[in-house]
């Protein structure tokens, strides 16, 4: 069974042979290749370089038997074209470069439709990387989701409060929805120029979710993911990873999002239970067992698939992005252990 198949597959929840596997942040951090490239361009560079980006996406596939690629890129992509950019703090996280605080600010942004111009070396670089994969390999493309990317825009950057953004949804609620609305429009555009440029599949990262009050989480952050998975493709498979809300199995659910990702503090078997049998589920191995010796992941992914097995629409990956300080050889024993199996 081919990788691409075989990811697609599972995303429908049909029978494979093995799990597919992918990993989150796969394309970089923790590859000497990556490192010595990222020192030469910059991050940055790298990302709005269609033919950098493509490298960078196949980097990790020169090394291991993965079944899909994940463009290399970032979520706040869609800010930085709606006229707010960003950078990497010195001392770490993300800071915009200037915050809304206003609805004036607000109202400034740019027409949704400006990631189309803005953002064209992602769909460029999908081209190259669909052209180079063919049918071998799965193709995946991605965004944060509006109420992630919010976070950013009204917090500043990074947050630990997220106090700026709850405020504006209490105290103007029109002011939010004017601002969700546009970020929706956006992310929904820049989705579909990646599945038009060839992704078999997209995954939205709400990093943030658990942020959110839980009696808030649907107003907050999972209508507008709806409406996104409204505008693309009827049935094309969307990977929602929401970080930390697991316990909202069925509002997530309810997003028509073909498969949940969950983080590495959920049972996956006992979550996969709880969901219908035609909802794929992906993860979700401790990101740290990749900078621990190999053995401690494959005893562990050995175990995690043994108890999955039998559920149709399975995705193999980790709970969370691989870190800087995982070991190369932590992953080749991951993959070992799954590409033994088919």
């Known amino acids: 069974m081919k990788s691409r198949e075989r990811m697609l597959a599972a995303l429908s929840c049909q029978p494979v042979d093995r799990p597919p596997l992918w990993v989150m942040r796969q394309a970089g951090r923790y590859l000497p290749e990556y490192r010595e490239l990222k020192a030469q361009h910059g991050f940055l560079k790298m990302v709005r370089t269609p033919e950098l980006a493509t490298e960078v996406t196949l980097q990790p596939l020169r090394r291991f038997e993965l079944d899909a690629a994940i463009l290399f890129s970032d979520i706040l992509v869609i800010p930085e074209a709606l006229g707010q950019p960003y950078r990497f703090r010195e001392e770490g996280g993300i800071a915009m470069d200037y915050r809304l605080a206003a609805a004036a600010d607000i109202e400034r942004l740019k027409p949704a439709d400006a990631v189309r111009d803005a953002l064209e070396y992602m769909p460029a670089a999908l081209r190259i990387l669909r052209e180079e994969l063919g049918d071998r390999k799965a193709l995946l493309g991605f965004a944060g989701s509006p109420w992630t990317l919010a976070t950013y825009m009204v917090e500043g950057g990074s947050s630990n409060t997220y106090s700026q953004i709850k405020t504006l949804y209490f105290e103007d609620k029109a002011l939010f929805e004017q601002l969700m609305t546009k970020v929706t429009d956006a992310v929904a555009t820049l989705l579909n120029m990646q599945i038009e440029a060839g992704a078999d599949a997209v995954q939205i990262f709400d990093s943030w979710a658990s942020a959110c009050p839980g009696n808030l989480y649907t107003d907050l952050s999972l209508r507008w993911i709806w409406r996104i998975i409204q505008q693309l493709p009827e049935r094309f498979p969307v990977i929602l990873f929401a970080k930390g809300v697991a316990h909202q199995h069925a509002q997530l659910v309810a997003t028509g999002a073909s498969c949940l990702g969950v983080d590495w503090t959920v049972d996956l078997p ?73």
């Open 270 to 342: 006992t979550f996969s239970r709880q969901l219908r049998p035609d909802v794929a589920v992906q993860g979700n191995l401790d990101p740290v067992l990749m900078t621990l010796e190999p053995t401690h992941v494959a005893r562990e992914a050995r175990q995690l698939v043994e108890r999955m097995q039998g559920r149709p629409g399975f995705v193999l990956n980790l709970g969370h992005g691989i870190t800087p300080q995982a070991k190369v050889e932590s992953m080749q024993a991951l993959v070992d252990v799954v590409t033994s199996l088919a």
